[in-house]
């Protein structure tokens, strides 16, 4: 079964840049969904196939995928970003979803 | 606007069948080309899909549930169902439904989540 690998944990200071790695086996051939959780939430789409955004997004999220990394990228960090951070993607060889342990983002 | 919502028992006993709801509101279940989408998370740890089903009917299950799992769709009460038969402490979570963003391609993500209902299972 195809395995996402995602770190535990990423700490970034307000304004700074958090990147959020997420780790696949030829990942770069898929595509990549992002979701972000609020505690006591439930998940919330932030970036699509890889790079797209929903319109309710803002711009500061965005997101890279090739070879065997995909990457969320949060620019200009605010306290509101603070959260749990999850990739997903799909399993073609045998047709389910497959999500990453989730990495949480802390704002200092 | 869509919105989703889970509901069901919320105590089970060990080898008991979990069955939960998600009902449909502000649009069709069966309008669009959407994928109905069952996901778990046990407290504290991550995500988990459990399986989905089509407009169609056609449905994908998670390998590693095996044959415990059964969804299915009631387009007059514009619901979908899970049923996940005998289960243990380890079936307790929060278990989500969701809704693909509708492009009718495999792999879409999810653009519309319920708010989750927790199952617990103990004796």
């Known amino acids: 079964s195809y395995v996402l690998t995602q770190p535990p944990s990423v700490s970034v200071a307000p304004g700074q840049t958090a990147r959020v790695i997420c780790g696949g086996n030829?990942?770069?051939?898929?595509?990549v969904h992002w979701y972000q959780q609020k505690p006591g939430q439930a998940p919330v789409l932030v970036v699509y196939?890889?790079?797209d955004r929903p319109s309710r997004i803002p711009e500061r999220f965005s997101g890279s995928n090739s070879g065997n990394t995909a990457t969320l990228t949060i620019s200009r960090v605010e306290a509101g970003d603070e959260a749990d951070y999850y990739c997903?993607?799909?399993?073609?060889?045998?047709?389910?979803?497959?999500f990453g342990g989730g990495t949480k983002v802390s704002v200092l | 606007q869509v919105q989703l919502q889970e509901s069901g028992p919320g105590l089970l006993k060990p080898s008991q069948t979990l069955s939960l709801t998600c009902t449909v509101s502000?649009?069709?279940?069966?309008?669009?080309?959407?994928?109905w989408n069952w996901i778990r998370q046990p407290a504290g740890k991550g995500l988990e899909w459990i399986g989905r089903?089509?407009?169609?009917?056609?449905?994908n299950n998670n390998p590693s549930l095996k044959s415990r799992v059964t969804i299915s769709v009631d387009t007059s009460k514009n619901q979908f169902s899970l049923k996940l038969r005998s289960v243990t402490a380890a079936d307790t979570a929060v278990y989500y439904c969701?809704?693909?963003?509708?492009?009718?391609?495999?792999?879409?993500?999810?653009?519309?989540w319920g708010h989750g209902t927790l199952v617990t299972v103990s004796s």
């Open positions: 030829n990942i770069g051939t898929k595509g």
């Open positions: 969701a809704r693909d963003r509708g492009t009718a391609i495999m792999f879409d993500a999810f653009d519309i």
């Open positions: 502000g649009g069709s279940i069966s309008g669009d080309s959407h994928y």
């Open positions: 196939d890889n790079s």
């Open positions: 089903i089509y407009t169609s009917g056609s449905t």
């Open positions: 997903q993607v799909w399993d073609s060889t045998s047709d389910h979803y497959v």
